[in-house]
Structure formats: structure tokens, C-alpha cells
T-cell receptor
Framework: DTGVSQDPRHKITKRGQNVTFRCDPI?????LYWYRQTLGQGPEFLTY????????KSRLLSDRFSAERPKGSFSTLEIQRTEQGDSAMYLC??????????FGPGTRLTVL | DAKTTQPPSMDCAEGRAANLPCNHS???????VYWYRQIHSQGPQYIIH???NNETNEMASLIITEDRKSSTLILPHATLRDTAVYYC?????????????FGTGTRLQVTL
């Protein structure tokens, strides 16, 4: 399967813990995006990278959130000091330049 | 990016055509119309996009009105596997903002 992959698929954590998610984009896709989706809502943009450069961040991305794409390939999204409001599906997508975005299956986070 | 308006839900009998409308009256000249769908517990899936001409691919057809203020996604022979939330998004792919702005979409239920 050469699609976007995300790991883990599910994560349960206690409030106050740190979590890290990984996204592996489609090979040769230079753009990588993170979105968050809560129940009943469409995905909301968090941030995007072009190669290793983080070019845009949403106001949703508080200072507890940090994303990296160190070598312009895979990306990680870390949430520090998780809160119950962080419970959501975290989606990663990739694209080749301005072309359509392809999404991964998502990581479902539950904060107890 | 311009906002879109979609009906919250629609039903369609299996084997019949599903016609999903979308209003985007404030669309600008550089913005394309994109359609994605999201099957339960999966990431969004790209379907089709267009600027002003009608488009067709192996999944669907996209009909855009001459004034570009509305469009219709057509699934010619809906199956149970087409049950999903369908999102209509308008976006300028060449703009500095690469994100997709999702609304709440149309929940299509295909029935026997």
C-alpha cells in the first residue's frame, strides 16, 4: 500500500500526558498537512509543511502542539499536557505541490 | 476561501443516481470546486475537482453552473459503499493558503 499511513491508529491517554503521532506521506509528495476532526464536524486545518519548512499554522495550534518534518519525509505531531478537549481524530494528508490532497486513516485520540 | 452550503443529509436508492448539490455563491475566479467524501471512521477521500467545465472521472461527474455559483456531484449508480459524508470545498490551489476548509458536508445514505 503506497498511501498515507499514520501511527498509532488509536491512542488513549490520561490528562496531562504527552502524546506523539507519526505520519508517513506518499513518497515524493512535498506537501504534508495536519487536520483535526471532532465528532460531527468536518476536518479543521492545523498546519502544513512544504518539504521540511512549516509554512502555515492555524490558530487552533496552541503552544502545547508542535509539529515537525525534519527531513521532508515523515512528520510528527506532539501534544504536550493533553486536555480532554484534545480528544479528536488527527488526520494527515499529503500532496504533490498544488495537486489534490490524499488523506491517511487518522489517529483517534481519547484523553481521559 | 469561499464558503459552501450543502444539505445536511440525503437518501438515495441503490442503483440510482445520487445528485449532491452545493452552493458557492461567493466563489472567486481563481477558486476551484473540490469534492471529497469520508466513509465512517476513515480519512477523507478525494473524488473530483473542476474550475468551470464539467468534469468526469471513474468515480463521479461534476456539473458546474455557468455562473459558477453552484455545482452538483453526480454518482451515476450509487451503491451501499457510497454511503458517506460528502464535502464540497472551494479553494484556490495556487494561493498561499493550501489548506482545505471543510464544512459539515452532506451525509448520503444509500439504501436497498
Amino acid at each position: 500500500d503506497t498511501g498515507v499511513s499514520q501511527d498509532p491508529r488509536h491512542k488513549i491517554t490520561k490528562r496531562g500526558q504527552n502524546v506523539t503521532f507519526r505520519c508517513d506521506p506518499i513518497s515524493e509528495h512535498n506537501r504534508l498537512y495536519w487536520y483535526r476532526q471532532t465528532l460531527g464536524q468536518g476536518p479543521e486545518f492545523l498546519t502544513y509543511f512544504q518539504n521540511e519548512a512549516q509554512l502555515e499554522k492555524s490558530r487552533l495550534l496552541s503552544d502545547r502542539f508542535s509539529a515537525e518534518r525534519p527531513k521532508g519525509s515523515f512528520s510528527t505531531l506532539e501534544i504536550q499536557r493533553t486536555e480532554q478537549g484534545d480528544s479528536a481524530m488527527y488526520l494527515c494528508a499529503s500532496s504533490l505541490a498544488i495537486n489534490e490532497q490524499f488523506f491517511g486513516p487518522g489517529t483517534r485520540l481519547t484523553v481521559l | 476561501d469561499a464558503k459552501t452550503t450543502q444539505p445536511p443529509s440525503m437518501d438515495c436508492a441503490e442503483g440510482r443516481a445520487a445528485n449532491l448539490p452545493c452552493n458557492h455563491s461567493t466563489i472567486s475566479g481563481n477558486e476551484y470546486v473540490y469534492w471529497y467524501r469520508q466513509i465512517h471512521s476513515q480519512g477523507p477521500q478525494y473524488i473530483i475537482h473542476g474550475l468551470k467545465n464539467n468534469e468526469t472521472n471513474e468515480m463521479a461527474s461534476l456539473i458546474i453552473t455557468e455562473d459558477r455559483k453552484s455545482s452538483t456531484l453526480i454518482l451515476p449508480h450509487a451503491t451501499l459503499r457510497d454511503t458517506a459524508v460528502y464535502y464540497c470545498i472551494v479553494r484556490d490551489p495556487t494561493g498561499t493558503a493550501s489548506k482545505l476548509t471543510f464544512g459539515t458536508g452532506t451525509r448520503l445514505q444509500v439504501t436497498l
